[in-house]
């Protein structure tokens, strides 16, 4: 059965510290890994990962994925009180039209 | 449109009625999603289309909900009969491909919170 694992399920930190969330899959026929941040409602798109090794940054946001250990991490650094949310990760498979989502991981940046 | 939007924002119901939640996805975007999430949960795969056809109603999780999709567009998802354990917020997505390409990268609306008395 596919699916997606990812820990830990809640993360409470300070400001200025550096988290790293994980996602792990079994999925058959692997096309894509995608992270997205909630907060409130509607999920927003955050990177996507397709080839192993290769990381994707986006200012204090950076993510890399390993196709052998079947697993990605979002990395945050210098973390602010705007990036408490829930950061989900999502796989696409080659084949079909389903996303597979793993239940996320909530995190409370305290002041 | 510029994103996904979806009506109403919020939906409080008593339980045996029913529901109908609307999506209107990015202009251009032939692929549509129905996920539902539930307080503390993932989110939960129902339905899919591509253009005006539903290949995908694997995750209806009974015969109370049906969705149509109209246009290639706007799309309805109807819950008859409404449960508690319907009550969840019901996410809208939307993508360029899909189809046996694989799902693209989806653009989520801001969601349809249900509640059920």
């Known amino acids: 059965e596919d699916k997606v694992v990812q820990s830990p399920l809640s993360l409470v930190v300070h400001e200025g510290d550096t988290v790293t969330l994980n996602c792990s899959y079994e999925?058959?026929?692997?096309?894509?890994l995608l992270w997205y941040k909630q907060e409130k409602k509607a999920p927003t798109f955050l990177f996507m990962l397709t080839s192993s090794g290769i990381e994707k940054k986006s200012g204090r946001l950076s993510s890399i994925l390993d196709k052998k250990e079947l697993s990605s991490i979002l990395n945050i650094t210098a973390t602010q009180t705007g990036d408490s949310a829930i950061y989900l990760c999502?796989?696409?498979?080659?084949?079909?039209?389903?996303?597979?989502f793993g239940t996320g991981t909530s995190l409370t940046v305290i002041p | 449109g510029a994103g996904v939007s979806q009506s109403p924002s919020n939906k409080v119901t008593e339980k045996g009625k029913d529901v109908e939640l609307r999506c209107d996805p990015i202009s251009g975007h032939t692929a549509l999603y129905w996920y539902r999430q539930s307080l503390g949960q993932g989110l939960e795969f129902l339905i899919y289309?591509?253009?005006?056809?539903?290949?995908?109603k694997s995750g209806l999780p009974s015969d109370r909900f049906s969705a149509e999709r109209t246009g290639g567009s706007v799309s309805t998802l109807t819950i008859q009969r409404t449960q508690q354990e319907d009550s969840a917020v019901y996410l809208c997505?939307?993508?360029?491909?899909?189809?046996?390409?694989?799902?693209?990268?989806?653009?989520f609306g801001p969601g349809t919170r249900l509640l059920v008395l």
């Open positions: 999925v058959t026929n692997f096309r894509s």
């Open positions: 997505a939307s993508s360029l491909v899909g189809g046996g390409r694989g799902p693209g990268t989806q653009y």
């Open positions: 289309f591509q253009g005006n056809s539903a290949p995908d």
């Open positions: 999502a796989v696409a498979p080659n084949t079909g039209n389903q996303f597979y």
